[in-house]
């Protein structure tokens, strides 16, 4: 009997690599892609649709993980996004008989250190006792904005893995695959702008509860005043999440430029990028761009070991949390006196961005097959 490859996928964009996947594994091992449907869509079941692939609702088999890996004779289980209640679910389930994961993950993690955090949950009576079985077994607190994607990031190394050991899964059970976008400036063929811009790039903090809308838009307002102060250029990429906000902020248009355009090129005309928890932070890095981290409480908020107090820690990044403090980064930055410590940054891309990988879909396959044939 054929061993089957179960894909998990949280959003259009996990879609969109699977099926790339799945193309390279159907004929000779069985394909099978279950969505979260009304819990986790996110665009997942539109664009298997447009892409022609069958699958099915989590919510139309009334079963568990484990009878479902079982019955369906699942060799290997991918995922999307291990912060999402079933794919956690799917991870510990197969840990639990000897089927190893893959995680081809999109988004940054992070611990939220404060009990006043809970996760988002939908109103389905399972899903809920689950995610507090979750909670109490201490398998289920990180958040994370599940939309990476956007950033054309689509992995990460030694830090994705060992979320999942230390929640209990067997190191030879969890693997992760892919690769991070590489290029230069000079090799995707841009250049900074004569300007010194400042780019603000932003993750979805609103869904996720960890910001609320008055204080996005109060924060926006501070960085407008201290980059008007300072007399530099400002671009504004909302999140793709956030577009719901723009009619709120279309009063700072004479003021600022905002844009839709493609992150990396966006990245290739600033000298500063300003974020909170997006992924963008780490491929700015890997350009070597400055990155203010400006996100009130975050000390508070986020465990001390998580990213992106982790960072801040080794003088990677900068921190600010409130307005005064972000005038002072600014200025380290305009006046030379931020020193990006280079050692310490070389490492953490390696601990987050893991192996590049100049051909990460055939990578990823033989990844794949080699667990299968296992």
């Given at each position: 009997?054929?061993?089957?490859?179960?894909?998990?996928?949280?959003?259009?964009?996990?879609?969109?690599i699977?099926?790339?996947?799945?193309?390279?594994?159907?004929?000779?091992?069985?394909?099978?892609f279950?969505?979260?449907?009304?819990?986790?869509?996110?665009?997942?079941?539109?664009?298997?649709?447009?892409?022609?692939?069958?699958?099915?609702?989590?919510?139309?088999?009334?079963?568990?993980?484990?009878?479902?890996?079982k019955?369906?004779?699942?060799?290997?289980?991918v995922?999307?996004?291990?912060?999402?209640?079933?794919p956690?679910?799917?991870?510990?389930?197969?840990?639990?008989?000897?089927?190893?994961?893959?995680?081809?993950?999109?988004?940054?993690?992070?611990?939220?250190?404060?009990?006043?955090?809970?996760?988002?949950?939908?109103?389905?009576?399972?899903?809920?006792?689950?995610?507090?079985?979750?909670l109490?077994?201490?398998?289920?607190?990180?958040?994370s904005?599940?939309?990476?994607?956007?950033?054309?990031?689509?992995?990460?190394?030694?830090?994705?893995?060992?979320?999942?050991?230390?929640?209990?899964?067997?190191?030879?059970k969890?693997?992760?695959?892919?690769?991070?976008?590489?290029g230069?400036?000079?090799?995707?063929?841009?250049?900074?702008?004569?300007?010194?811009?400042v780019l603000?790039?932003?993750?979805?903090?609103?869904?996720?509860?960890?910001?609320?809308?008055?204080?996005?838009?109060?924060?926006?307002?501070?960085?407008?005043?201290?980059?008007?102060?300072?007399?530099?250029?400002?671009?504004?990429?909302?999140?793709p999440?956030?577009?719901?906000?723009?009619?709120?902020?279309?009063?700072?248009?004479?003021?600022?430029?905002?844009?839709?355009?493609?992150?990396?090129?966006?990245?290739?005309?600033?000298?500063?990028?300003?974020?909170?928890?997006?992924?963008?932070?780490?491929?700015?890095?890997?350009?070597?761009?400055?990155?203010?981290?400006?996100?009130?409480?975050?000390?508070?908020?986020?465990?001390?070991?998580?990213?992106?107090?982790?960072?801040?820690?080794?003088?990677?990044?900068?921190?600010?949390?409130?307005?005064n403090?972000?005038?002072?980064?600014?200025?380290?930055?305009?006046?030379?006196?931020?020193?990006?410590?280079?050692?310490?940054?070389?490492?953490?891309?390696?601990?987050?961005?893991?192996?590049?990988?100049?051909?990460?879909?055939e990578?990823?396959t033989?990844?794949?097959?080699k667990?299968?044939?296992?």
């Open positions: 009997m054929k061993k089957t490859v179960l894909f998990v996928p949280s959003n259009q964009n996990h879609a969109r699977f099926s790339t996947l799945s193309n390279s594994l159907n004929k000779t091992y069985n394909v099978l279950l969505t979260q449907d009304h819990y986790k869509n996110e665009g997942s079941e539109n664009e298997l649709n447009k892409l022609g692939i069958k699958f099915k609702p989590f919510k139309q088999i009334h079963k568990d993980p484990i009878d479902i890996l019955e369906e004779n699942v060799g290997v289980l995922i999307g996004n291990d912060t999402d209640v079933i956690q679910w799917f991870v510990n389930s197969a840990n639990q008989i000897g089927i190893p994961s893959v995680l081809i993950q999109d988004g940054l993690f992070f611990d939220v250190a404060t009990k006043q955090y809970r996760p988002k949950i939908k109103s389905n009576l399972k899903l809920i006792l689950l995610t507090i079985r979750l109490l077994l201490d398998k289920y607190h990180r958040v904005d599940g939309h990476g994607g956007c950033t054309q990031i689509h992995v990460w190394g030694k830090k994705s893995q060992n979320y999942f050991i230390q929640k209990g899964v067997q190191p030879d969890i693997f992760v695959t892919g690769r991070i976008m590489r230069t400036n000079q090799e995707i063929g841009c250049s900074k702008s004569k300007d010194f811009t603000l790039a932003r993750t979805n903090l609103l869904d996720s509860k960890l910001m609320s809308v008055k204080d996005y838009l109060r924060t926006l307002d501070e960085l407008i005043s201290v980059v008007s102060d300072y007399g530099i250029r400002l671009i504004i990429k909302p999140h999440i956030d577009v719901k906000h723009i009619p709120t902020i279309t009063k700072y248009q004479n003021s600022i430029m905002m844009s839709n355009k493609n992150i990396t090129e966006l990245l290739c005309q600033c000298n500063v990028l300003i974020t909170d928890l997006s992924t963008v932070c780490i491929q700015a890095l890997e350009k070597n761009i400055p990155v203010i981290i400006f996100f009130p409480s975050i000390t508070k908020l986020i465990d001390q070991s998580s990213f992106p107090n982790d960072l801040i820690h080794k003088n990677i990044v900068m921190l600010a949390e409130n307005k403090e972000l005038y002072q980064c600014i200025g380290r930055i305009l006046d030379g006196s931020f020193i990006l410590n280079h050692d310490a940054l070389i490492d953490t891309l390696s601990d987050y961005v893991g192996s590049y990988s100049t051909n990460p879909i990578n990823s033989k990844l794949i097959i667990l299968l044939d296992s």
